[in-house]
């Protein structure tokens, strides 16, 4: 069984740039969920994305996208990117539309300057 | 306002004792509680999970209890060993989404 991956592992971006990153479902899992885990604290959910369809979503402003493909992977999109972006961003997948156990990816280290 | 509180301190206890973590939380009412456990730089990784009419759960060293009229959960390893050294978050399961306390530092010296 394959577990949650995620890429890249890490990225540098100036501020104003935008970005994607990306991530793969554990097997058998249709629900992918996002979360921002600034340094010192606990993750932020930004969104989840089950069968194609954002599924909730935090409290995160517009320029924060996602998208999800029909092999479950899915896409988090960050435009006109601001300092405060910079944190561990993590994605988690879980096997129903609703959230219960969630299993988590290693997680993009985004840096902007 | 809603709020998800861990203890903010680190925790250091002694190889061999009992660990307890408190996580408090107020306004919210959360149908599942889940502890994870975080080591630097990786991403979370699920432990137990407790549900909202269960007041004890258990898993080898491990055991989580639930008061939803405290709105507190508290997490303990027994016997605890260096290799229990991590951060330790809560995170309440509201409809879809998780809601994560700040995490608590626990450090296992030998």
């Known amino acids: 069984e394959t577990g949650v991956t995620q890429s890249p592992t890490h990225l540098i971006k100036t501020r104003g740039q935008q970005v994607t990153l990306r991530c793969s479902s554990q097997?058998?899992?249709?629900?992918v969920s996002w979360y921002q885990q600034a340094l010192g604290q606990g993750p932020q959910f930004i969104f989840q994305?089950?069968?194609?369809?954002?599924?909730g979503r935090g409290n995160f402003p517009p320029r924060f996208s996602g998208l999800q493909f029909p092999n479950y992977s899915s896409e988090l999109n960050v435009n006109a990117l601001e300092l405060d972006d910079s944190a561990l961003y993590l994605c988690?997948?879980?096997?129903?539309?609703?959230?219960?156990?969630?299993?988590f990816g290693p997680g993009t280290r985004l840096l902007v300057l | 306002s809603q709020k998800i509180e861990q203890n903010s301190e680190a925790l250091n206890i002694q190889e061999g004792k009992t660990a307890t973590l408190t996580c408090n939380y107020t306004?919210?009412?959360?149908?599942?509680l889940q502890w994870y456990r975080q080591d630097p730089g990786r991403g979370p990784v699920f432990l137990l999970l407790?549900?909202?009419?269960?007041k004890e759960k258990r898993k080898e060293r491990l055991k989580v209890t639930f008061d939803t009229t405290l709105k507190q959960s508290l997490f303990h390893i027994t016997a605890s060993q260096p290799a229990d050294s991590a951060t330790y978050l809560c995170?309440?399961?509201?409809?879809?989404?998780?809601?994560f306390g700040q995490g608590t530092e626990l450090s296992v010296k030998p």
């Open positions: 407790i549900r909202e009419n269960e």
């Open positions: 988690a997948s879980s096997s129903t539309g609703t959230s219960q156990t969630q299993y």
């Open positions: 995170a309440l399961d509201i409809v879809r989404k998780l809601i």
């Open positions: 994305y089950y069968r194609e369809e954002e599924n």
């Open positions: 097997s058998g899992h249709n629900t």
């Open positions: 306004n919210y009412s959360p149908a599942y």
